[in-house]
C-alpha cells in the first residue's frame, strides 16, 4: 500500500499596499515631520530638553568605552555611511535596467536623488546646530536636522523593500527584507547619537522624511504607471 505523501503548501504571496495606503501612509508621515520640523525651528524646550537629556547620557558612555565607540564608527562610517547606502541604491537601479525594468530603476534614482537634495536643502534652511563636546568621540559636517543617515538609510531600505512588493517576492523575503531594514534604520539612528554627532530628534526627523518619500514614490509609482496599465489591459 502506498503511503500519501505530503504536499507542501505553496508559499504565501506577498501583502501589497493599495494606493490609499500609500497615500494615507505619505500623508501622516508628512505631517508628522512638518510638526516635529516646527517644533525644532521654533526651539520647543520640551523637545530641546529630551534632546539634551539623551546625548548628554549617551556621551559619558561613549568616551569611557573606547571598543563599542569603535564598532559604532565602523558601523555608522562604513555599513550604514550614505555614501554606501546610495552604492547599493546604484547597483539596484543597473540590475533593474540590466533585466529591461526602466520604470523602476528611474523612480528608485530619482526617489534618492530627491532624497539627497531634500535633506541638504534642510539642514540649509534649519541651520541647526550639532552637539558640542569638550571631549568628542566623532565629528560631522554641515547641521544637523535631519539626519542624513538617518534618512538616506531610510529611503534605501524602503525602495528595496518596496520593490520586492513590486515584483511579488515571495512573504517571507519580504519580511526578511523589512527586517533587515527597520534593523538599519534604527542602529544607524543609535550610532548617531551614541557618538554624538546628532540630536534624538535630528534622526527622528530624518526617519519620517525618509519613510514619507518613499511611501510618496510608491504612491505616484502606483497611480501612473502600475493603474493607467491595468486600465490598457481591460
Do not use: I
Request: hydrophobic share 50%; proline share 6%; with cysteine.
Amino acid at each position: 500500500m502506498q503511503v500519501p505523501t505530503r504536499l507542501s503548501a505553496p508559499p504565501a504571496a506577498p501583502v501589497r499596499p493599495t494606493r490609499s495606503v500609500w497615500l494615507g501612509s505619505a500623508a501622516v508621515l508628512c505631517a508628522l515631520f512638518l510638526v516635529l520640523l516646527v517644533l525644532v525651528g521654533s526651539g520647543w524646550r520640551p523637545l530641546d530638553s529630551l534632546d539634551r537629556r539623551v546625548a548628554n547620557g549617551l556621551h559619558p558612555v561613549a568616551v569611557t568605552h573606547d571598543g563599542w565607540t569603535h564598532v559604532m564608527r565602523l558601523l555608522s562610517d562604513w555599513l550604514w555611511d550614505p555614501w554606501t547606502m546610495r552604492a547599493a541604491l546604484a547597483v539596484t537601479v543597473l540590475w533593474l535596467l540590466w533585466r529591461h525594468r526602466p520604470l523602476p530603476a528611474l523612480w528608485v534614482g530619482v526617489t534618492s536623488v530627491l532624497g539627497t537634495a531634500l535633506q541638504q536643502g534642510l539642514k540649509a534652511a534649519v541651520g541647526r546646530d550639532r552637539p558640542h563636546w569638550a571631549d568628542p568621540v566623532a565629528t560631522a559636517h554641515y547641521q544637523a536636522f535631519p539626519s542624513g543617515h538617518a534618512l538616506t538609510a531610510t529611503v534605501a531600505c524602503g525602495l528595496l523593500v518596496w520593490l520586492l512588493w513590486l515584483h511579488g517576492a515571495e512573504r517571507r523575503r519580504v519580511r526578511t527584507a523589512l527586517a533587515v531594514g527597520v534593523v538599519s534604520v534604527l542602529g544607524v539612528g543609535f550610532t548617531r547619537v551614541y557618538l554624538g554627532v546628532h540630536w534624538l530628534s535630528d534622526v527622528v526627523g530624518g526617519v519620517l522624511l525618509g519613510a514619507a518619500l518613499v511611501a510618496a514614490s510608491a504612491w505616484t509609482y502606483a497611480q501612473y504607471v502600475q493603474g493607467p496599465r491595468r486600465r490598457g489591459k481591460q
